[in-house]
């Protein structure tokens, strides 16, 4: 009986110190992702805090974690110093037409590539994922020189055309159509079905999530380029969104900024992106963890 309470007390003793060691291994877990969280959202707060400072406040030698005086109207002031309605317009234009394009070559592309058979197939898909071993900057002088002949410079097509076919996402949705039964195809071209209606009535809604994460990337990747439309596009009628907020915010003279200004046009270009990840997040993760099963 004693040596029965002995084994029962070493058996409490032993669980009582691994839920000690779960809550201990729980605690630093948390902890450690709050102290990531913190260095991760503290340039936002940041960026929120100074949009609405004055500029004499802004310029202190000790900065102030919160505003003395709190100037919503810097966001106005924003809006109507940068033409920020211009640029959205800009912006939205060449993001939506470079995304239906690209959504209509890549479709098409991963399609031929994960269903139809042609020679030479594998190495032309072979050599279109070498492609991406090179890095995008080394083809912007021959792509600068090529859109220049074709006397593209400042116009729409130049922000639109260059970008639309992305080996990325030909291989992203070619992953995902490889997952779906070759069976079904087979039974549908028994049927008579075409490759084109059997691709809009079976491979898009079953790919769909994959489809909805290349829209958001496609859209973003609009939304933030940069260096591309500064080189060939940087007039008034066509800049971007990105190149727009570079210089609206110097004085007469060209020196000096109004950083708080900028910082509030800043958060307001920001707060689509935001919007799109917070209510949009889950399309993206399970369309790339669904393309990434079958090789």
Same mark, same amino acid.
Not at 26 to 36: E, N
């Given at each position: 009986?004693?040596?029965?309470?002995?084994?029962?007390?070493?058996?409490?003793?032993?669980?009582?110190?691994?839920?000690?060691?779960?809550?201990?291994?729980?605690?630093?877990?948390?902890?450690?992702? &709050?102290?990531?969280?913190?260095?991760?959202?503290?340039?936002?707060?940041?960026?929120?805090?100074?949009?609405?400072?004055?500029?004499?406040?802004?310029?202190?030698?000790? =900065?102030?974690?919160?505003?003395?005086?709190?100037?919503?109207?810097?966001?106005?002031?924003?809006?109507?110093?940068?033409?920020?309605?211009?640029?959205?317009?800009?912006?939205? $234009?060449?993001?939506?037409?470079?995304?239906?394009?690209?959504?209509?070559?890549?479709?098409?592309?991963?399609?031929?590539?994960?269903?139809?058979?042609?020679?030479?197939?594998?190495?032309?898909?072979?050599? *279109? &994922?070498?492609?991406?071993?090179?890095?995008?900057?080394?083809?912007? $002088?021959?792509?600068?020189?090529?859109?220049?002949?074709?006397?593209?410079?400042?116009?729409?097509?130049?922000?639109?055309?260059?970008?639309?076919?992305?080996?990325?996402?030909?291989?992203?949705?070619?992953?995902?159509?490889?997952?779906?039964?070759?069976?079904?195809? *087979?039974?549908?071209?028994?049927?008579?079905?075409?490759?084109?209606?059997?691709?809009?009535?079976?491979?898009? =809604?079953?790919?769909? =999530?994959?489809?909805?994460?290349?829209?958001? &990337?496609?859209?973003?990747?609009?939304?933030?380029?940069?260096?591309?439309?500064?080189?060939?596009?940087?007039?008034?009628?066509?800049?971007?969104?990105?190149?727009?907020?570079?210089?609206?915010?110097?004085?007469?003279?060209?020196?000096?900024?109004?950083?708080?200004?900028?910082?509030?046009?800043?958060? *307001?270009?920001?707060?689509?992106?935001?919007?799109?990840? $917070?209510?949009?997040?889950?399309?993206?993760?399970?369309?790339?963890?669904?393309?990434?099963?079958?090789?």
């Amino acid at each position: 009986m004693a040596e029965r309470m002995m084994k029962e007390r070493n058996l409490q003793s032993v669980t009582a110190k691994s839920r000690l060691g779960n809550g201990g291994a729980k605690f630093l877990t948390y902890l450690f992702l &709050l102290v990531m969280a913190v260095i991760v959202l503290f340039p936002f707060y940041w960026m929120i805090i100074s949009s609405l400072k004055t500029l004499t406040e802004y310029r202190l030698s000790k =900065p102030t974690f919160f505003p003395r005086t709190v100037m919503f109207s810097n966001y106005g002031e924003a809006f109507t110093t940068a033409r920020l309605g211009r640029l959205f317009t800009n912006t939205l $234009i060449v993001g939506v037409v470079s995304t239906l394009l690209s959504l209509v070559i890549t479709v098409l592309s991963a399609f031929a590539f994960a269903r139809l058979e042609f020679k030479g197939k594998n190495i032309l898909f072979a050599a *279109l &994922l070498a492609t991406m071993m090179i890095p995008g900057e080394l083809f912007t $002088i021959t792509n600068y020189a090529t859109v220049n002949t074709f006397g593209w410079l400042n116009t729409y097509t130049v922000l639109i055309v260059p970008f639309l076919v992305s080996v990325f996402y030909i291989y992203l949705l070619r992953q995902n159509f490889l997952q779906i039964p070759n069976e079904l195809y *087979l039974a549908a071209k028994v049927d008579g079905t075409s490759d084109l209606k059997y691709l809009w009535t079976v491979m898009i =809604p079953l790919s769909l =999530p994959t489809l909805i994460s290349i829209t958001i &990337l496609k859209m973003m990747g609009a939304w933030n380029s940069y260096i591309w439309p500064r080189l060939v596009a940087n007039d008034a009628a066509h800049q971007m969104i990105t190149n727009g907020l570079r210089n609206a915010f110097k004085d007469a003279a060209g020196e000096q900024t109004n950083y708080p200004v900028q910082m509030a046009a800043v958060a *307001l270009v920001s707060a689509p992106l935001f919007l799109v990840y $917070i209510f949009l997040r889950k399309y993206i993760m399970k369309g790339v963890s669904r393309s990434g099963i079958k090789g």
